[in-house]
């Protein structure tokens, strides 16, 4: 059973997982766009994402001194891309919206086109890149209140770990956006788990205080294989420790060095903050033209997924499944190209219960050498990826791939 993000980002019985881009540049033609679209989709097809986040870049002037590592270009608006992506792939978007950059007299016209038209009904509010810049957008509270009368709607913000560790506030933050109808809080891009840490555990406590329930968390991660995305990380107001910095770019495989230590600090952050009571989830930054920095993207995904799905304490699985011809959620055109070996598909078998020794084990188990083959290819092109956990999202029993683990004594967020 499909659930809807939404939906999925305001269950917090249950982790969410997102893999973010941005859009293409302003001025794309629909062919290119859908196009731009089309390999994202591809690419991202066997990642169990309950949606993406389509990110607003902005000039951010103001933000800091330093010199912008890459040129600012302007691109494509993001909830006009998050309808393109949707009609590829059938998955729905976070759109991110800086509003104290927009027009004033066009933001309304900007939201209604936004969900009436591009059907776009999950939103991610950013304020100013600078406190001492005059911005001319309407006020975060005034769009949550806006977005608060759209019913079919739901909105959260960010969160800046740094922040807590100059202020010591941003727990308070927190709380008061929640106040304002804020169901989540996306983190910047996390290279040092420290700030993060206490966050989490001082937000989880104030909320047990004041006996609230705590929103959602999203911890953010996105590598980095060279100095120039080092440089624009640090640009965007990344903490990133000296040791840190030079571990990665002293390292002869930079962009897997980065991959490695990042899932370190989920792991230390998931472990150090067991019973704080804060929701989570995991997104993945995928914003890089570099190849071995996108490939880097997805396998950071799998492996913090696998990560909080194990913190989580319940057994789990990730499962795919052939599509039919006329399924949105497919990456594969059936009308300009072959199936894959220039024959039809093999019918798919039911997966065995456990692996045999020696064989390949789940969904192959049984199938001859060229089934198997016909049936990898396949997944590469055609396959749509979902992950059951426990019984939250099947809406009935699944049938497993292997025999599911003992569930641990302590399970959830906050035991």
Known sequence: ?????????????????????????????????????????????????????????????GRTPEPRPFPFRKLDDPSHFAKVLKDVSGKESVVY????????GGFDGWLNKAIDDYGVNAYNLVGGASSANQYSGPTIPDVAAKLNKRKQCAHGGVTIAERHIKKGNEHETLVKKGELGMRWFISQAIYDPEPMIKLLKEYGALCRQRNIE???????????????????????????????????????????KSVD????????????????????????????????EINAAHELFRRTQS?????????????????????????????????????????????????KEGGNGGLFEGLSEEEQ?????AGAVGVVVGFILGAVLGGGKSKPVAPAPEPPKKKGWGK
């Not at 997982?17 to 097809?45: C, H, M, N, W, Y």
């Not at 497919?330 to 798919?348: E, I, N, W």
């Not at 083959?373 to 290819?377: E, H, R, S, W």
């Open 261 to 292: 230590l990042l899932c370190a600090m989920c792991k230390k952050i998931l472990d150090d903050t067991k019973g704080c009571g804060v929701p989570l989830g995991i997104s993945v930054e995928s914003v890089s033209i570099f190849k071995n």
């Open 214 to 256: 705590p929103k959602r968390v999203v911890l953010t991660f996105a590598p980095c294989g060279r100095e120039k995305t080092m440089r624009f990380i640090k640009w965007l107001g990344v903490t990133v420790p000296e040791d840190v910095e030079r571990e990665i770019l002293d390292a002869e495989d930079k962009v897997g």
């Open 1 to 61: 059973m499909d659930v809807g993000l939404v939906d999925a980002l305001c269950d917090y019985s249950r982790p969410v997982f997102l893999f973010g881009l941005t859009p293409p540049l302003e001025g794309a033609t629909q062919d290119e766009l859908k196009e731009t679209a089309r390999k994202f989709v591809e690419r991202s097809a066997t990642l169990a994402t309950d949606g993406f986040i389509v990110y607003d870049i902005q000039e951010e002037k």
């Open 373 to 377: 083959k016909k049936l990898g290819i």
């Open 97 to 104: 919206k800086c509003v104290a950059e927009s027009d004033p």
């Open 307 to 355: 990560m909080l799905l194990d913190f989580f304490g319940e057994p789990w699985l990730v499962q795919y499944k052939l599509v039919s011809k006329g399924a949105k959620r497919t990456s594969f055109d059936y009308g300009s190209r072959k199936s894959p070996a220039g024959s039809p598909l093999p019918p798919v078998k039911e997966p065995k219960a456990a692996k």
